[in-house]
């Protein structure tokens, strides 16, 4: 490729943190030094658009901001045209393109937040979710430097005017479980029981025998005893997963690919956070499994760039497994190979997408593809990918060793006295939930299924996939927001509005301006109520569920319509 | 030159309809003598359907389906004109039309027309994309009020034709825009100047600077020009060139979509070259 690049130059500080992630530039042509053997020949460098995300991050963390020459740079050591990779840096939300202070507080006004009273954000940015949702109002410092550094605050609450001023160690993963240490936990029974970052206590409490389980099954097996226990998708979907894998695994094109889908963005949700930063090697276990049974000898694990605690703590897992032989050429022993490369999100909803996640871990904008072809058949690089949400996977140990567990994870958040996630089985009713969650205040609605879900006052309606869509609801990735008559509902509309006009990629128009639309008709209905207002509400909502590409402009008009239609918003 | 293609039965309306396998539901709906608006969709380009225009009704679907990239398979049945998709076209055109300035984008008037479309009702206060034009060549003007995002001029410019890659949609959501680096103007960017993200931009968002000071100027009259097709004479390529003459003087540069070799492609000096004419 024929690139053109400016004449911005790296500070050494830039250039140094890009080297670390990519080692030294071979060559003048990637911009290194200029030496006679690069007068003679045209060396280029391979191009490694992948690595383009990654290269950023190092930039961000270590500066704070990327720069015109860091961008210049980066983009000759991978051979990216500089108009692309600008592009990708401001499609990231974490990612600054301008110069700021190393120090930069995300202070979240979403959702959980909002119902525990955050309103304006004087010392930080405003920020979307950020999955604390059990110690909410939460914020989140980022510091770049040489050892970039991530504190999570949370709990803070009104005579703790200044959170962000003292740095206090974060709590243990135990205290956002409840149940912790309950006898009938299936998916969270190692919370809070095992060192997150030991495999011996790891392997002392069960764990790596649903892997043995596997070899002994072969992959067909593994498949037929997941599709047997009915297994779906828990990242919102509620896809079967036996029939992914399966098709997945018939694919003739080669390589496969296996993504775990651990970008949990869904305002309300935090239980995979949860999962990994209290069970990460179950996730790599499960991992292992999914690759064996698909055919897979790569697998990405992509996780949000707003887990610190949970991106060090498989770090440590994915590095521990391959030191033991349980990632690597030969998984235990057997002719298997198998390696999980992380990696990380830079702030943005969307690449929790399925298809979005290939495009953000390829190096590309994150933006959605248009299905089909679908991934089972042109997934990441083109090829046949199975992608699984955390949850998902960690069900799979469960199945082989005891048939499976029937149980899902539901993360409570709002006005409640115990927030977090709770694990029950499928079909309880959501009064039971509550009361474990000791509510508190005088219940207004409940926010099933996060932004993309609906509100229900039905406290009868089943937690289960069917029992919520028979009530016109859904379970989506679990979030149960408990909402009291305190809220207030028109701010709280307004903030699932501005979360999705904010989460819009841009690329179609029913979503890019229809949430942009949608936004400002609560804005006004939120000062005087106007019929033709909810007209026009109702008619954009239904062409962003018509007519956009993927599921974020299809599901942008889910809450604010079960407002109206159920909770009498703007009556 | 294709090899033969086999044909698929598909059904557009009730009306039983014949294409060769690999075509769209667009191409179909076109061979059944139907009309649906495009407006991302380019003849040259792979279908981006970013814009939405073009939706209709797959049987079997969950939602609505964009008829430029899916592709037709034998048995579908598709309706092109229920309630469903026509309020999608609508409430999509008042969308665009609300946000950006249709103005120069042909058959944008008649298709809200038909369509019952009315931006109005968004308010005056509505959001919208208005931004002064970017003037930094003499070549060619970026006028990005009037830009739907389509990504059509991104596609020609990089992997598609060109391969300059000299823009790129940069941002998120509303406040997405087509960019260079940084936002740095033409001059210092990539950009060879050849034209072809001109030729494909569907609403006049990019436009000659000759017909850019001509609208500003109000001389611009598309009914008072002539168009002739002729091959360059800069190099041996032969590319075709469609000359847009008004008062005998030369006021923009086509090329024509079909021709085999280029498909509407050309350099600097065929699209802007015709100074010694």
Known sequence: MDLHFGDAEPTAEERAAVDALLGPPATAWEGGDRTAADLRSAARAEQARDRLLPALHAVNDRVGWISDGALTYICRRLTIPPAEAYGVASFYSLFSLEPRPPRVLHVCTDLACLAKGVREVRDGVPSPCLGLCERAPAALALEAGETPKAVVYGGSTAEDETPHTVERPEPPVEDAVPQAGSPGLVLLGRIGVVDPASLDDYRANGGYQALRRAFELGPVGVIREVTEAGLVGRGGAAFPTGRKWDATARQPDQPHYLVCNADESEPGTFKDRVLMEGDPYALVEAMTIAAYATGCRKGYLYIRGEYPRATRALETAIETARARGLLGPRVLGHDFAFDIELRRGAGAYICGEETAIFNSIEGYRGEPRTKPPFPVEKGLFGKPTVVNNVETLVNVLPILLTGGSDTKLFCVSGSVGRPGVYELPLGTPLRELIDLA????????????????????????????????????????????????????????????????????????????????????????????SEADLVLL??????????????????????????IDRLGAFK | MQPPRRLIDVEIDGAAVRVPEGSTVLDACRTAGKDIPTLCHGDTLTPKNACRVCVVEVEGSRTLAPACSRTAEAGMVVATDTERARHSRKVVLELLASSTDLSTTPRAKEWMADYGADPARFGEEAATVAQPPKVDNDLYVRDYGKCILCYKCVDACGEQWQNSFAISVAGRGFDATISTEFDVALTDSACVYCGNCVEVCPTGALSFKTEFDMRAEGTWDESEQTTTTTICSYCGVGCNLTLHVQDNKIVKVTSPHDNPVTHGNLCIKGRFGYGYV
């Open chain 1, 438 to 529: 000791r509510p508190a205040g005088t219940l207004k609605a409940v926010l099933l299924g996060g932004a993309a879900g609906s509100f229900v006052t039905d406290l009868d309606v089943p937690l289960s996939f069917e029992g919520t869509r028979a009530a016109g609801a859904t379970l989506g990735s679990g979030v149960v927001m408990v909402l009291d008559e305190e809220v207030d509902l028109p701010a709280f509309l307004v903030r699932i509005a501005a979360f999705f006009r904010d989460e819009s990629c841009g690329q179609c128009v029913p979503c890019r301006v229809g949430t942009v639309r949608q936004e400002e008709a609560l804005h006004r209905l939120g000062r005087r109520r």
């Open chain 1, 538 to 563: 109702r008619e954009v909502g239904q062409t962003m569920r018509d007519a956009s590409i993927c599921g974020l402009g299809q599901t942008a008009w889910n809450a604010v319509e079960s407002a």
